[in-house]
T-cell receptor
Framework: KAGVTQTPRYLIKTRGQQVTLSCSPISGHRSVSWYQQTPGQGLQFLFEYFSETQRNKGNFPGRFSGRQFSNSRSEMNVSTLELGDSALYLC????????????FGPGTRLTVL | GENVEQHPSTLSVQEGDSAVIKCTYSDSASNYFPWYKQELGKRPQLIIDIRSNVGEKKDQRIAVTLNKTAKHFSLHITETQPEDSAVYFCAALISSGSARQLTFGSGTQLTVLP
């Protein structure tokens, strides 16, 4: 099976702009989770989608949002970008039972200038 | 909130020696504990996981032990090789309101010296 894919791989934006990142899970996986990875904060959970519904959300401001489509592909959106949003954004897919393995995509490196 | 603490943050060992990384968690309901390896510029990759109904699991040179009473689990790598050099993350499935989420430790940079 093909692995988790993310597009784009790199993005450069300026403060105040918005950005949309995309994640395609492994075929058959219904759950997609998003994480923010920074050198200082490690891997921080953003949210999880399962069957087009947000099942869980981390402690991030409302500027961070997401959605999932019927084919399980997911997008996350960050509005009004701030310098501190510069990070590697990783998505991970799983079957969705809650205790099953999460497989990570390669990530999208977002730089906010 | 519930969290996962990981130690040490950096670890250097000689090739052939063993490496041990330890994590503690706070949610007594946690029942799934994966370990991920992340090489520079690459995605985190699952290397081993353990569920709360077992105390130890091995896969070749890698083993994980779990002590549910003390709420800690450890990664053991034996006969380390230079290609084991990477950042290792532990994680625990932790309750968050009515949902559960994987919460990660802060990572351990392992360097295997030739």
């Amino acid at each position: 099976k093909a692995g988790v894919t993310q597009t784009p791989r790199y993005l450069i934006k300026t403060r105040g702009q918005q950005v949309t990142l995309s994640c395609s899970p492994i075929s058959g996986h219904r759950s997609v989770s998003w994480y923010q990875q920074t050198p200082g904060q490690g891997l921080q959970f953003l949210f999880e989608y399962f069957s087009e519904t947000q099942r869980n959300k981390g402690n991030f401001p409302g500027r961070f949002s997401g959605r999932q489509f019927s084919n399980s592909r997911s997008e996350m959106n960050v509005s009004t970008l701030e310098l501190g949003d510069s990070a590697l954004y990783l998505c991970a897919s799983s079957l969705g039972s809650g205790r099953d393995t999460q497989y990570f995509g390669p990530g999208t490196r977002l730089t906010v200038l | 909130g519930e969290n996962v603490e990981q130690h040490p943050s950096t670890l250097s060992v000689q090739e052939g020696d063993s490496a041990v990384i330890k994590c503690t968690y706070s949610d007594s309901a946690s029942n799934y504990f994966p370990w991920y390896k992340q090489e520079l510029g690459k995605r985190p990759q699952l290397i081993i996981d353990i569920r709360s109904n077992v105390g130890e699991k091995k896969d070749q040179r890698i083993a994980v032990t779990l002590n549910k009473t003390a709420k800690h689990f450890s990664l053991h790598i034996t006969e380390t090789q230079p290609e084991d050099s990477a950042v290792y993350f532990c994680a625990a499935l932790i309750s968050s309101g009515s949902a559960r989420q994987l919460t990660f430790g802060s990572g351990t940079q392992l360097t295997v010296l030739p």
